[in-house]
């Protein structure tokens, strides 16, 4: 009996499962699990990045220098909050910089210029906390949209900062720990200065009612949890779960899917069971009939059983509400029974040079991933993954531009903090509730543009990209539009 490698096995299985319980709650969202380097290669890359620098206690700082990414693992007890644990880690992204003017365009009705740059540095900085399921197999998910995060604080310093304030981001790993993020959040905002939060992890509920408790705005990131639109201190930058269902319903009708089969994963049964409830639920509402449902494990070495059963019940496609290697084994596993749907899954670029992928789907409620041009706000993007994030170029997935529209929706709102005042979170959150129908520089185009009240809950939009692999490319659907309900 070997039991260290039994307990390897259980490990690593337990990682694929939380994988997986993390793609049933973000994928009908971002369509992004699973969308980079396998673990191993993130685990040697955080091992050995250039850009974190272990400090006491477990906490680390992400400087300024080089390219982002990685991650850290320490033990930090966070605000004097809850226990102790690994994998907890704040970082700063950006510290200063000079030089440069640039006008950050527009913001809500109206117009807003020299928000970003400014004759003058203000040492203090405009701080803002992303708390996220950084290590272990979330970091998959999690690790592309802090990358950007980063990537966009150190264009920002480049040119000057906000109104000559440079842009700080702190980052914290709750290991999927909900108190512990929670803790962090804490910590963040009473301890470091941050004016705002972003979030992507398990369970939102707590950092919620303590940013309403504490008059901090939450923003975008991961907003697969309807809180999102029922906290006046929250601000999304995407469509909310219960639009999840019409979101992919509408996304294989695009594709061509009259007729559907989902395959779901069972280790999250009150995830991914119910996000299969509602894809179901919506299909009829623009002309999609779920034909097969079938829960499957992720650890299955293939899903032929799952493919026959589909093909017997005449689905034309396959929604898949598990993690990216699981989608390949199933494409693999259905064509060697000469069944060939059209597959509707989560997108990436590691997806790309496989040919039993080709002709699958993928919907996104932000902007490509892979767009380099179309507005100024996606040219931008473009220029700061290739200068300060180059993974991302290659190795990318929807979620960095999660990480990315919650970035610039800090910094419009920032644009309301005077260059020699310091950064307070009520103007972080009159600059947000200034928003009418903001695009953000085209980010949000159309039906996207982001409205918030004062005190008042975000609308929840229904809103989604859709994009295809052909011929190992990834490329946006009707011209790079949004569909919207």
């Not at 809850?82 to 704040?90: C, L, N």
């Not at 109206?110 to 540095?121: E, F, L, S, Y």
């Not at 996304?251 to 119910?274: F, H, R």
């Not at 509707?344 to 002709?359: H, Q």
Request: net charge neutral; glycine share 14%.
């Amino acid at each position: 009996m070997n039991f260290p490698q039994d307990a390897r096995r259980r490990a690593v299985r337990e990682r694929r499962v939380l994988a997986a319980v993390a793609c049933c709650g973000a994928l009908l969202l971002t369509a992004a699990c699973g969308n980079r380097l396998p673990e191993s290669e993130i685990l040697a890359k955080n091992a050995s990045g250039g850009t974190v620098t272990q400090l006491q206690n477990g906490v680390t700082d992400a400087s300024t220098g080089g390219d982002v990414g990685g991650t850290s693992t320490g033990t930090v007890a966070a605000g004097g909050t809850g226990k102790s644990g690994s994998g907890t880690t704040t970082g700063a992204g950006g510290s200063g910089g000079t030089g440069g003017t640039t006008s950050a365009g527009s913001s809500g009705g109206g117009t807003t210029t020299g928000a970003v740059g400014g004759p003058k540095q203000n040492t203090q900085p405009i701080t803002i906390g992303f708390i996220g399921a950084l290590s272990g197999a979330g970091g998959v998910f999690v690790a592309p949209l802090r990358d950007a995060m980063l990537a966009w604080a150190k264009m920002v310093n480049a040119s000057g900062g906000i109104n000559g304030h440079p842009v700080k981001v702190l980052v914290g790993d709750d290991g999927i720990n909900d108190a512990r993020g929670l803790a962090i959040a804490r910590d963040f905002v009473e301890n470091q200065g941050a004016v705002a939060l972003s979030w992507s992890s398990n369970d939102i509920s707590g950092i919620a009612n303590y940013a309403k408790t504490k008059h901090v705005p939450v923003i975008g990131a991961q907003t697969s949890q309807d809180i999102w639109f029922q906290n006046p201190y929250m601000f999304p930058n995407s469509a909310g779960a219960s639009a999840s269902g019409w979101v992919s319903a509408k996304a294989a009708k695009l594709a061509g899917v009259s007729k559907l089969a989902i395959i779901y994963c069972q280790e999250a049964p009150a995830s991914c069971k119910t996000a299969a409830d509602a894809v179901a639920a919506q299909g009829p509402s623009v002309g999609v009939q779920v034909v097969y449902e079938a829960a499957a494990s992720i650890a299955a070495p293939d899903y032929m059983a799952e493919c026959l059963q589909a093909r017997n019940s005449g689905a034309e496609g396959i929604l898949v509400l598990m993690d990216q290697h699981s989608l390949l084994r199933l494409a693999q596993s259905c064509h060697k029974v000469s069944y060939t749907p059209i597959l509707i899954g989560p997108g990436g670029d590691a997806l790309a040079s496989e040919p039993d992928m080709d002709g699958m789907v993928t919907q996104l409620t932000t902007f490509p991933w892979f767009a380099r041009s179309g507005s100024p706000g996606v040219a931008e993007y473009a220029a700061a993954i290739h200068k300060y994030a180059p993974d991302l170029e290659t190795n990318g997935g929807s979620a960095q531009t999660s990480g990315w529209v919650a970035a610039k929706m800090f910094q419009f709102a920032a644009a309301q903090v005077p260059a020699t005042a310091k950064p307070t979170t009520d103007q972080i959150l009159s600059g947000l509730w200034g928003f009418k129908a903001q695009t953000l520089l085209g980010l949000d185009p159309g039906g996207m543009a982001l409205t918030f009240t004062k005190l008042q809950p975000a609308p929840n939009h229904a809103c989604f990209f859709l994009a295809k692999l052909q011929g190992g490319k990834w490329a946006a659907l009707d011209n790079g539009a949004p569909q919207c309900r």
